[in-house]
């Protein structure tokens, strides 16, 4: 038999690897905070790596991967949040318009916080690839750099928790695991109570 059927295939194996590559060296990164500069460091050069290497497979990589898929306009987004809250929102066999919006905004906040640690690591301890740029500059934007790189990773780390909020809500209103879907890469063909399958909505 078969150990996919009534599955269909929706995430690609780049995506799964990426995602959960992210959550570790995000974590990583979060754990080592300061007290382990370097580990903290490495970590958010990973994370640099990961959301460039995603930016590009958004746009040559398989379907449900690239951006076009799952940019919705903002009416789209707004309409779908208030179904969401009546447990009347469409199932999407990608990204939908909530998690397609976060996906973006999550890719945006991890890497503005990532080039805004690497700018105040180069201006505090002269290292790194922004090192150069960082020499006699004014120790007040030093410290402006510090609190821009702070609340950058305070306002990711929101938008973290509301994406996991997210995937758990989305799972129950659907009757489907999405974070199993992550691991595998596929999706049920159907669902109790969403028997078709939405997609191009736009
Ligand atoms: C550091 C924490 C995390 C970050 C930065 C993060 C980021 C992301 C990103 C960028 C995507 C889009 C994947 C892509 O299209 O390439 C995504 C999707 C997803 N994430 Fe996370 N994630 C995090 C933690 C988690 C955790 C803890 C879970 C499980 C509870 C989770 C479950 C999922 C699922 C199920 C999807 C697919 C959503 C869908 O079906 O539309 N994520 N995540």
Redesign the pocket.
Known sequence: MDRHEGEIKVWDPV?RV??WS??LF??IAFLAGEDYLKLHVQAGYGVIALVLF?LLWGLVGTRH?RFSEFMYRPRVVLNYLKDLVTFRAKRYL???PA?GSM?IA??LG?LLTSVSGLAFYGGKKMAGPFAGMMVGVDPFWIKALEEVHEVLAGGTALL?GL??AG??FSSFAHREN??K??ITGYKPKATADAPALEEGLR
Request: hydrophobic share 70%; glycine share 16%; charged share 5%.
């Open positions: 995506v990426f995602h992210l959550v995000v974590g995603r991967a990608g990204h939908g998690g996906v999550l890719l991890l973290i994406h996991v995937v758990l999405l974070i879907a992550m």
